[in-house]
């Protein structure tokens, strides 16, 4: 079974052949109405459940519409509304499904559901976000720095902020595509350590950087994300807002990394907090067209995935 589980769990053959995919369709798709269909349907006939246990924009409707692009058909759930908020286990929902559709994608808080899930699924089954990682954002990252940059390999990333999930496939991204990664985050929100290892391990370049100014000084990109990611506690965020607040992406940080580094966020961003307007808005942030990528990304993914 072909599951898209994490970056580091997947051949980093494939995930260049996937990002390959995803930008000869992005090209051959053109601007065309975003409801028409691709040339070719290699998703015809076949069912895509998408299930979310967490809010999602981005990630529903990218999915939805790259399934229906592909000649596919998509069920969007909520985990509260199935048996499964309800006491049925993962792995009687992962069989069930499995009967009825072709491909599972599910967002969801601990990584044991997403794995437990791709235990007992007989179809294929994406990683749409967990508590520990976001492989799919990652693809799309990547992809969108290689689209206005050229090859990630050998560049440098800086992270601010929260050592999250999305760090967290940074992390993994670093040690599959081959770039350098520096952490600058308050020492109590620093990402897994072992996540750092695997990165050194396969040759990156791992700095972990309290300073913001002096992290972003050779950076290639330059990255930040919500200060409260949807897994986490509510009673935490003034506790995070202060730890955080240094770590901010403004223009006066901006200032002190190179002039042609690049600015994305996943979204959703909370502007005034993790980033200002002038950075979200401003010449070097490239967070729309990162955004946009989510869906090239993931039709690729998910044909990886059917084989298709
Ligand atoms: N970036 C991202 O995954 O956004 P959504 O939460 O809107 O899906
Ligand atoms: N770190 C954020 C990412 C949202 C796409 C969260 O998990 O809420």
Not at 3 to 28: E, G, S, W, Y
Request: with cysteine.
């Amino acid at each position: 079974m072909t599951h898209f589980l994490d970056i580091h769990k997947t051949d980093p053959v494939a995930l260049r052949a996937i990002l390959d995919q995803a930008n000869a369709m992005k090209t051959a798709r053109g601007d065309r109405p975003k409801g028409t269909p691709d040339d070719d349907l290699p998703l015809a006939g076949r069912v895509v459940a998408l299930i979310f246990e967490k809010p999602s924009t981005r990630t529903r409707i990218s999915f939805d519409v790259g399934t229906r692009q592909m000649g596919g058909t998509t069920l969007v759930l909520s985990g509260a509304d199935m048996q499964l908020g309800h006491g049925e286990s993962i792995g009687d929902t992962a069989r069930v499904l499995s009967r009825y559709v072709d491909l599972i994608m599910i967002r969801t808080y601990g990584e044991e559901v997403l794995t437990e899930m791709a235990e007992h699924a007989t179809v294929p089954v994406i990683n749409g976000l967990t508590d520990n990682s976001h492989p799919c954002q990652l693809m799309a990252d990547v992809m969108t720095y290689e689209e206005h940059r050229g090859p990630i390999r050998g560049k440098r990333v800086a992270w601010m902020g929260d050592g999250n999930n999305v760090a967290q496939s940074f992390l993994h991204a670093a040690a599959s595509f081959g770039f350098h990664f520096t952490f600058s985050g308050p020492e109590a929100l620093d990402p897994d350590p072992a996540l750092i290892g695997l990165a050194r391990k396969a040759g990156c370049e791992v700095r972990v950087e309290r300073d913001p100014r002096a992290a972003v000084a050779d950076a290639d990109l330059v990255v930040t994300d919500t200060w409260v990611s949807m897994g986490d506690a509510e009673s935490s965020r003034q506790r995070r807002h202060n730890l955080l607040r240094p770590y901010q992406v403004n223009e006066r940080l901006m200032e002190a990394a190179p002039s042609d580094a690049l600015v994305m966020h996943c979204l959703p961003a909370h502007r005034g907090e993790e980033i200002t307007d002038a950075v979200l808005d401003g010449a070097q942030s490239v967070v729309f067209d990162e955004a946009e990528n989510r869906l090239h990304a993931q039709k690729a993914i998910m044909r990886w995935c059917l084989g298709v």
